[in-house]
């Protein structure tokens, strides 16, 4: 499977942004996906997961509101939606996905094994 991730940039607080995950190689509909973040030299910070239905969602719980997970099986895309965005939110993005087609989710990068390069969020204050 290979993800690629698109849609990062510099924006000021307060923002939005639209992050996309396109998948290749896998039929997508088998595919559990998450987005996790990274900032320099810590380790992955779990953000959102989605289920390969779409029907189920897990949010970290400081995130939860302003981010929002969706996916579209018809499209083989992940998109990461940030809103109201802060200084803090500034790190590399992640789009991850696992085959399962299980409502259970996970925020481990442990059950991860596919990974796509990242995208770069920039928020200025």
């Known amino acids: 499977v290979q993800l690629q991730a698109s849609g990062g940039g510099l924006v000021q607080a307060g923002s939005s942004l639209r992050l996309s995950c396109a998948a290749s190689?896998?039929?997508?509909?088998?595919?559990?996906m998450a987005w996790f973040r990274q900032y320099p030299g810590k380790a992955y910070e779990h953000v959102a997961t989605?289920?390969?239905?779409?029907?189920?969602?897990h949010y970290a719980r400081d995130l939860k509101g302003r981010f929002t997970i969706v996916r579209d099986n018809t499209k083989n895309v992940a998109y990461l939606l940030l809103n109201s965005l802060k200084p803090e939110d500034a790190a590399r993005y992640y789009c991850?996905?696992?085959?399962?087609?299980?409502?259970?989710?996970?925020?481990?990068?442990?059950?991860?094994?596919?990974w796509g390069q990242g995208t770069e969020v920039t928020v200025s204050s």
């Open positions: 190689g896998r039929p997508f509909i088998n595919l559990q």
């Open positions: 989605i289920s390969s239905s779409g029907q189920t969602t």
């Open positions: 991850a996905g696992r085959a399962s087609v299980e409502e259970v989710v996970s925020e481990s990068t442990d059950d991860y094994n596919f």
